[in-house]
C-alpha cells in the first residue's frame, strides 16, 4: 500500500474519504449520537460524539485531495524525511531512493470549464492513481500549484532507464480521462526527477530541489516532458536567477535588442520582409538564449516594456533600409495576449508610425496562434480588427499548434498563416507531413490568406514547399537571425545571387 506524505495507508484512506469526505457528512452526527444512545446508553453516546469528529479530521477534505492534514510544509518534510532515511542510514547499504516532481497540466481550463471544486475533485483523482501506481513504500505529497513530489522508498536500482520507466509509467495514469459532470476531462504532466547519484547534495532537500528545477525545465521544453536532473540544468537554473535582477536594468540600458531573420519568396527569392527577434549578446557570458531571458522579462511583469523596444528598433531598422536605398516590404514584431489587450495599443502604434514617418503597411503585428485560440477577450479582438483596419498586416504565428477555428481566423482579420515548425520538419521526405502542409495551403488559399513557413532548414524542405505552394519561407536554411548593422551587407549579396541565378538562366535558355 502506498503512503500519502506518510500520513495514512492510501487504500485505507481512499475508503474513510468515502465515508468522512464530504463535508456534509457532519449533519449525520447528531442522528448518530441518537441511535449509539438507544442502542448502547450513556457510555455508547460518548463514544459515538467522540470517534465521528476524529474519523473525519482523518479521512475528511484534505485526504480526499491527496493532501496531509499538516499542509504542504509537512508534505515535504515527509518526502524529504524518506529520502534522508535511505540515504543515510547505514543499514541500507547497497539501496539507493530518487525524487521525482510531477506537474500536472490543464487544471487551469479545468478550472474555467468547470470551476475550482471540479480541478480539486481532479487532483484528488490524480493523487490516487499515482499512488496506486508505485510500490507501498513510496510516499506521494501533494505540494501545491498542481505539482505532486514523490520519494521513492529503498530500492536496489534505480538509475536513468529505471527512472524514466517510472515517470512514464506516472503520466500515463494522469493521462486516464477524469469523469467531471458526466464530461471526460483530460490532463497531462511534465515530470522531472533526480537519481541519489546526482543529487548536489546527499540529502533529501538537495535531491527535491533537483527534482523541482528539473520539472521546470521540462515544463519550459513543451507539454508531457520528462528530464533527469544534472549540474548543467542547475548552472542555467542559478543563470535564469541571476537573469531576473539583471534583466530589467540590461532592457532600459539597450542591451536587449532586435535581430532580423530575412522571409523571402519562394516564387522570386526575393526578400519580402524581416521578423524582429529580442537578443541579448551579453559581453561577459557571451549570446544569453532567449528562452532564459524572455521568461525573466514575463516574470519581471516588463514585456511591454520589451515590445516597445523591439517596435523602436524594428521601425528604425525599415527607415534606415529606406535611407540605403534597399527595400524591405515589411518588418514583423511579436506581441503577447498580455500587450493585445492594452486599450492604448493602436493609439500607440499610430503614433509610433508617425513618428518614423512610414505607413502602417511597413509593420506587420505578429500572434501567437494560442493567443487567438483562448482569446475571449473582447479587447484583444478589437485592437487586432484596429490595426488591420489601419493597415498593418496580422501573421498568426505558430498556425497549428493553437487549435485556432476558422471562425477566429476570420474573426481576429488575420492576414497570413505562419505555419508551425514541426510540420516543415522533414516535410521533403515525409508524405504526412506533405499531406498536413498540403491541407492547411488549401484552407487558407480558400480563406483568401497568404502562408509562411517557419523554421525551414534544408533545400529539400524549401524546394518542397514551395512546389506544395507556400509563398514565403524563414529558417536557418535562409538565414539566422542578425544584427541590424549585418542586414544590409546581407541583403546585397543575397541580391547578387539572384542576379546570377537569373543570369545563369537566361545563358541556358
Not at 456534509?24 to 465521528?52: D, K, R
Request: aromatic letters at 6%; a negative charge; proline letters at 4%.
Amino acid at each position: 500500500m502506498s503512503r500519502f506524505s506518510g500520513f495514512v495507508p492510501h487504500r485505507a484512506r481512499a475508503a474513510g474519504a468515502a465515508l468522512f469526505g464530504p463535508p456534509q457528512s457532519m449533519a449525520f452526527l447528531p442522528a448518530i449520537t441518537l441511535a449509539a444512545y438507544w442502542i448502547g446508553g450513556e457510555q455508547a453516546l460518548l463514544v459515538a460524539a467522540l470517534m465521528f469528529p476524529l474519523l473525519y479530521s482523518l479521512f475528511g477534505a484534505p485526504a480526499a485531495r491527496g493532501e496531509p492534514a499538516a499542509g504542504q510544509g509537512a508534505a515535504r518534510e515527509t518526502v524529504v524525511a524518506l529520502l534522508d532515511k535511505t540515504l543515510k542510514n547505514p543499514s541500507d547499504r547497497g539501496l539507493t531512493t530518487a525524487c521525482l516532481v510531477v506537474a500536472v497540466e490543464g487544471l487551469d481550463g479545468l478550472g474555467e470549464r468547470f470551476g475550482t471544486p471540479a480541478a480539486e475533485l481532479a487532483m484528488g483523482r490524480v493523487a490516487d492513481r499515482l499512488a496506486g501506481a508505485l510500490r507501498g513504500s513510496d510516499i506521494v505529497a501533494r505540494l501545491g500549484e498542481g505539482r505532486f513530489a514523490i520519494a521513492l522508498g529503498p530500492v536496489r536500482r534505480a538509475d536513468l532507464e529505471t527512472l524514466l520507466q517510472i515517470a512514464g509509467r506516472l503520466q500515463d495514469v494522469v493521462r486516464e480521462p477524469i469523469s467531471i459532470d458526466a464530461t471526460a476531462a483530460h490532463l497531462s504532466s511534465s515530470v522531472g526527477f533526480c537519481l541519489a547519484s546526482r543529487s548536489p547534495a546527499a540529502d533529501g532537500a538537495a535531491m527535491l530541489a533537483a527534482a523541482e528545477t528539473a520539472m521546470r525545465t521540462a515544463r519550459q521544453s513543451g507539454p508531457g516532458a520528462i528530464r533527469a536532473f544534472s549540474a548543467e540544468m542547475q548552472v542555467a537554473a542559478d543563470l535564469r536567477h541571476d537573469l531576473a535582477d539583471e534583466v530589467s536594468a540590461a532592457l532600459e540600458s539597450g542591451q536587449i535588442v532586435a535581430w532580423f531573420q530575412p522571409q523571402i519568396s519562394t516564387d522570386t527569392g526575393a526578400v519580402t520582409g524581416f521578423e524582429a527577434l529580442a537578443r541579448w549578446p551579453q559581453r561577459e557570458r557571451g549570446p544569453i538564449p532567449p528562452s532564459d531571458f524572455l521568461g525573466a522579462i514575463a516574470r519581471a511583469g516588463l514585456s511591454e516594456r520589451l515590445s516597445e523596444e523591439m517596435l523602436f528598433n524594428a521601425l528604425s531598422a525599415v527607415r534606415s533600409w529606406d535611407k540605403a536605398g534597399v527595400h524591405v516590404p515589411a518588418v514583423g514584431v511579436n506581441f503577447s495576449g498580455e500587450e493585445l489587450r492594452n486599450p492604448r495599443l493602436v493609439d500607440k502604434i499610430r503614433w509610433e508610425l508617425d513618428r518614423f514617418g512610414l505607413t502602417a503597411e511597413r509593420l506587420t503585428i505578429e500572434v501567437l496562434e494560442s493567443v487567438v485560440s483562448d482569446a475571449g477577450d473582447d479587447m484583444i479582438s478589437r485592437n487586432i480588427s484596429a490595426l488591420s483596419a489601419l493597415g498593418c498586416g496580422i501573421d498568426l504565428d505558430d498556425f497549428g499548434t493553437g487549435h485556432a477555428s476558422i471562425a477566429s481566423v476570420r474573426r481576429f482579420a488575420v492576414g497570413r498563416l505562419k505555419i508551425d515548425r514541426s510540420f516543415v520538419t522533414r516535410v521533403d521526405q515525409d508524405r504526412e507531413q506533405q499531406d498536413m502542409v498540403a491541407a492547411i495551403l488549401t484552407m487558407a488559399e480558400g480563406l483568401g490568406l497568404d502562408t509562411l513557413a517557419e523554421g525551414v532548414e534544408t533545400v529539400g524542405e524549401h524546394a518542397m514547399l514551395a512546389q506544395l505552394g507556400c509563398r514565403h519561407v524563414q529558417g536557418f536554411g535562409i538565414a539566422r537571425p542578425i544584427p541590424f548593422e549585418d542586414t544590409i551587407a546581407w541583403m546585397l549579396k543575397h541580391q547578387e545571387k539572384l542576379e546570377q541565378a537569373a543570369s545563369l538562366g537566361r545563358q541556358a535558355g
